[in-house]
């Protein structure tokens, strides 16, 4: 038994090789942080890297936080409903 996201193991889930289970009562929080230089110069991919996880995040309804510190910026994108 192994706890895997689901796009791990789709592949395997639909050639019949591992079975999916939901468990209502347990929710998880997936957090990823995307961190890059403040001031400095992203290439045209980097841009649009974050262009598609900034927009993906917002049509999920995802939390987007973006902190500045330590030179840095952070795009945290939390999977969850915003707080009201």
Do not use: C, W
Not at 14 to 22: D, E, K, N, P, Y
Request: without cysteine; aromatic residues 6%; proline residues 2%.
């Amino acid at each position: 038994m192994a706890l895997v996201p689901r796009l791990t193991a789709q592949n395997e889930i639909a050639r019949g090789q591992v079975v999916a289970l939901t468990v209502r009562e347990m929710k998880f929080e997936r957090r990823l942080h995307l961190v890059y230089r403040k001031g400095g110069s992203l290439s045209h991919a980097a841009r649009a890297f974050l262009q598609v996880a900034r927009r993906t995040a917002e049509e999920r309804e995802l939390k987007i936080v973006v902190s500045k510190g330590g030179g840095q910026y952070a795009d945290s994108l939390f999977q969850g409903r915003r707080p009201d």
